[in-house]
C-alpha cells in the first residue's frame, strides 16, 4: 500500500520532490527530542499547497500515515518520524507574501523560519510577537502547530494570541482557508484555533497571518535577587503597577541555575552567587524601569523582599544578562543528557513546588544535578534532572516523579512545548477524562483514519 502511495506521489509531484528511503537526508530522521534517528518510509518536499492537498489526498486514500515537519526544533518528538511514516517538511514552502502597514499584519508561507518574520516585520517597524530561542531554525508552521511560548509571552501571550487568520490542508486534501487579517471576526466558529497548538494532528497548516504589535524602542534590562519564588512574585505584581509601558520579559532562574552558569559554564556573575532567585527583567522605557526599580527596590530592600539589582546600562550588559539564561543550550558540552521538563505550577502554589522539588530530587536521585528556570510569570518552569547514571528506568522515574509532583499541584506537564511522542502518557495527568474523550472525537472526526501524526499527542 505504501509503494502505491509513493508511486502515484512521485507520478504526481516529480521525482525532484521526493526523496525514498535511503536517501532521505539525516536531517530529517529525527527533531530537536533527543530521540534516536529513524529513516522515514519517504521524505517529500512540496513548493505549493496544491501539492500538499495532492500528498495528502493519495495518502488519505490509500491510509498512509505522514509526519509533517517544520524546523524540527520541536522537543517533545512531534516531527521524529517512524519507519512507516512519509515526512512532508514544509522547508520549500518560505517566504513572506503581505505585510499590512493598515492591518498591522503579516502574511507568510508556514515553512517560514521565524527569524525571517522577525527581521521583515522590524524592517517595517513593527515587532513579531513571537520570539524563541530556537528562532533562526524553528518556522511558523510550527510555531502555531505547537502554540509556542518563548521570551514574550508576559507581553504578546502565547502564538495563538498573535495568529488572525490560517490557511489548512485536511486530511483527506481538503484546503480551508481564512487569512482574516481583522481584529474582530465572529462569523460562526473560529475553526483556526482547533489547528494551533494540534501538533499537526489535525491538518497541515500552509499559510498563517499574524497581527504585528508597534515597535519597542529603549529596552532595558535588569537583574535582580531575590530570597524566594514568593517574593519574585511580589515584584512582579510591584513592577507592572509601577511601570508605565508595563514589562516585557521577567525570566527566572533558580540559584542552582545560576550556580552551574557563573561556575561550570563560566560566565561573570553579575550578581553574586547565594541568593534563592534571579530575575531577568526587560521593560521598554528606560526610565521608567530605573525608576520603577529604584522605587521598588527601596521599598522592597527594606521589607527584604529584593536582596540585591543591577540595571542594564548599555546593549552589552544586557546581552550579559541574557547569556546567562540562554546558558542552558551549552549544557550539552558539560553534562551528559538529562530529563528536560517544560511544565506550568500555577503562581499560588509555585513556592510551595519548587519547596517539594528541592527536598524530592535529591532523595530520589541522590548525587544528580538539577536546575529550575524559566518563563516564571507565565507560570511556566524548565527544569533540567541530570542523574548520576542513566538508564531507561531512571529515565522514567524520573518522569514519573516530576509529572506526579506536578499533578499534585494541578500544574501542566506542558506549558509550550507540547506533548508529541514524549509526553502522551503523561497526559491523564494535566486533563480529565472528558476532556481527553473530547480531544478523541475531534481527532477522529478530522482524520478518521488516523493519518496524520499518528501516536503523537493522544
Ligand atoms: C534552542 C531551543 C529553544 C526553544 N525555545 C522554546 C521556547 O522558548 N518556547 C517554546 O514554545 N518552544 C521552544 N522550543 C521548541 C520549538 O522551537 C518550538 O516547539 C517550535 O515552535 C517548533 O517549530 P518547528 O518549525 O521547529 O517545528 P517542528 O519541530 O518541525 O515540529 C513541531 C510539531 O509541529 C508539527 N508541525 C510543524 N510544522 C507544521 C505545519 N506546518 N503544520 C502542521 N503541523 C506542523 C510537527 O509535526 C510537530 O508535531 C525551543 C527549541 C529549541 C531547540
Redesign the pocket.
Known amino acids: 500500500m505504501s509503494v502505491l502511495a509513493l508511486k502515484e506521489i512521485q507520478d504526481s509531484l516529480g521525482a525532484a520532490k521526493v526523496r525514498p528511503k535511503g536517501h532521505v537526508p539525516v536531517r530529517n530522521w529525527t ?2 527530542s533527543g530521540k534516536e534517528p529513524v529513516e522515514p518510509l519517504a521524505l517529500v518536499l512540496p513548493t505549493t499547497v496544491e501539492e500538499i492537498s495532492t500528498i495528502l489526498a493519495i495518502c488519505h486514500r490509500h491510509a498512509q500515515p505522514v ?10 518528538g ?2 521524529h518520524p517512524s519507519g512507516g511514516e512519509i515526512a512532508i517538511s ?1 522547508e520549500r514552502m518560505s517566504g513572506i507574501e503581505e505585510i499590512d502597514p493598515s492591518s498591522a499584519t503579516l502574511t507568510a508561507l ?2 517560514t523560519p521565524l527569524q525571517v518574520i522577525q527581521d521583515a516585520a522590524a524592517s517595517a517597524s513593527f515587532i513579531c510577537p513571537i520570539d ?3 528562532r533562526g ?3 511558523i ?6 502554540n ?4 514574550q509571552v508576559l507581553r504578546y501571550g502565547m502564538t495563538r494570541k498573535s495568529v488572525l487568520g490560517l490557511e489548512v490542508v485536511l486530511a483527506d486534501g481538503t484546503v480551508v482557508r481564512n487569512l482574516n487579517k481583522m481584529i474582530k471576526n465572529n462569523a460562526g466558529y473560529d475553526w483556526t484555533q482547533l ?1 494551533i497548538g ?4 489535525l ?4 499559510r498563517v497571518t499574524l497581527a504585528l504589535q508597534p515597535m519597542l524602542h529603549d529596552i532595558r534590562g535588569a537583574l535582580i535577587a531575590v530570597d524566594s519564588t514568593t517574593d519574585a512574585i511580589s515584584l512582579l505584581r510591584s513592577l507592572q503597577r509601577a511601570l508605565p509601558a508595563g514589562l516585557l520579559v521577567f525570566e527566572a532562574m533558580w540559584r542552582e541555575f545560576y550556580e552551574i552558569a557563573t561556575t561550570t559554564l563560566g560566565i561573570e556573575p553579575p550578581l553574586e552567587c547565594g541568593h534563592d532567585l534571579y530575575l531577568l527583567v526587560e521593560a521598554p522605557s528606560a526610565a521608567g524601569l530605573e525608576n520603577a526599580l529604584e522605587d521598588c527596590l527601596a521599598t522592597l530592600l527594606e521589607s527584604g523582599s529584593v536582596r540585591d539589582g543591577v540595571v542594564a546600562k548599555s546593549e552589552a550588559d544586557r546581552r550579559r544578562f541574557w547569556a546567562l539564561r540562554e546558558s542552558v ?1 551549552e549544557y550539552h558540552r558539560h553534562f551528559p543528557p538529562g530529563v528536560g521538563f517544560d511544565i506550568s505550577l500555577p503562581l499560588d502554589l509555585m513556592n510551595d513546588a519548587i519547596a517539594a522539588l528541592r527536598s524530592q530530587l535529591p532523595r530520589a536521585f541522590p548525587g544528580a544535578v538539577w536546575v529550575a528556570f524559566g ?1 516564571l510569570a507565565d507560570s511556566n518552569i524548565h527544569l533540567d534532572v541530570i542523574p548520576r547514571e542513566m538508564t531507561p528506568e531512571t529515565y522514567s522515574e524520573i518522569e514519573r516523579v516530576v509529572y506526579d509532583l506536578t499533578g499534585s499541584f494541578k500544574g501542566s506537564i506542558s506549558a ?3 506533548i ?1 511522542q514524549l509526553k502522551r502518557r503523561y497526559l491523564d495527568r494535566s486533563r480529565a477524562a472528558p476532556e481527553l474523550a473530547l480531544m478523541k472525537t475531534l481527532k477522529s472526526t478530522l482524520d478518521p483514519s488516523n493519518m496524520l ?1 499518528r501516536g ?1 499527542v493522544i
Open positions: 527533531d530537536s509526519v509533517t515537519q517544520g524546523g524540527l526544533t520541536g522537543l517533545a512531534g516531527a514544509l508556514a515553512g524563541l530561542g530556537a531554525s524553528c518556522t508552521g510550527g510555531n502555531v502547530a505547537t509556542a511560548g518563548g521570551n489547528f494540534s501538533e499537526g494532528t491538518g497541515i497548516i500552509t543550550y518563563h509550550e512545548h507540547g508529541g501524526n503523537r
